[in-house]
């Protein structure tokens, strides 16, 4: 029963490096989510998808890329890893049928030194 | 910003019931409410949501008030494991995106 899984679940990167957090569900859910959470904080919206070939931005988008090129998978890229990103990413998938919850996977720990 | 508003933070003793509220004064009338928890930053985990009755699932209760504009999670038999922060989120839109506030922070004492 393994839901949304997230990998890695640490990382720790060099300032300008660039990564992919990587995020697969097994669910069939057409709509997936990237949020970040920064100490004591609620999460926030990075990006979004309503299904394969389909992403839009959220409240936070700057420094950041999705794609969304299958069902299942729904990656997020940084391309030149700057401090500020250092923070808690989690994943989270739902099925298309109104109003059903949102499935979040365990997180990624970043952090940007 | 969020559109509901939590206490930030609540106490109960083991085995008693922990009631949670939740103001969502500008709830529209086909939204539903969810609920969520976070137990020491691991992923969020959904409690339960509803539209306008109560409604009730294996973890937890949820009473809204007639006009909807605010709501009680309760949790019947408060155990140590549910020490979390709990939120009370209001989607913004027809695609679900949520909207987090700081939510409850709810310690349950022996």
């Known amino acids: 029963n393994a839901g949304v899984t997230q990998t890695p679940k640490f990382r720790i990167l060099k300032i300008g490096q660039s990564m992919t957090l990587q995020c697969t569900q097994d669910?069939?859910?057409?709509?997936m989510y990237w949020y970040r959470q920064d100490p004591g904080m609620g999460l926030k919206l990075i990006y979004y998808s309503v299904g394969a070939g389909i992403t839009d931005k959220g409240e936070v988008p700057n420094g950041y890329n999705v794609s969304r090129s299958t069902t299942e998978d729904f990656p997020l890229r940084l391309e030149l890893a700057a401090p500020s990103q250092t923070s808690v990413y989690f994943c989270a998938s739902r099925s298309g049928r109104d109003n059903q919850p949102q499935h979040f996977g365990d997180g990624t720990r970043l952090s940007i030194l | 910003d969020a559109k509901t508003t939590q206490p930030p933070s609540m106490d109960c003793a083991e085995g008693r019931a922990a009631n949670l509220p939740c103001n969502h004064s500008t709830i529209s009338g086909n939204e539903y409410v969810y609920w969520y928890r976070q137990i020491h930053s691991q992923g969020p985990q959904y409690i339960i949501h509803?539209?306008?009755?109560?409604e009730t699932n294996e973890m937890a209760s949820l009473i809204i008030t007639e006009d909807r504009k605010s709501s009680t999670l309760i949790l019947p038999h408060a155990t140590l494991r549910d020490t979390a922060v709990y939120y009370c989120?209001?989607?913004?839109?027809?695609?679900?995106?949520?909207?987090w506030g700081a939510g409850t922070k709810l310690i349950i004492k022996p």
């Open positions: 989120i209001d989607p913004m839109d027809s695609n679900y995106q949520l909207i």
């Open positions: 669910m069939n859910h057409n709509y």
């Open positions: 509803g539209l306008k009755n109560n």
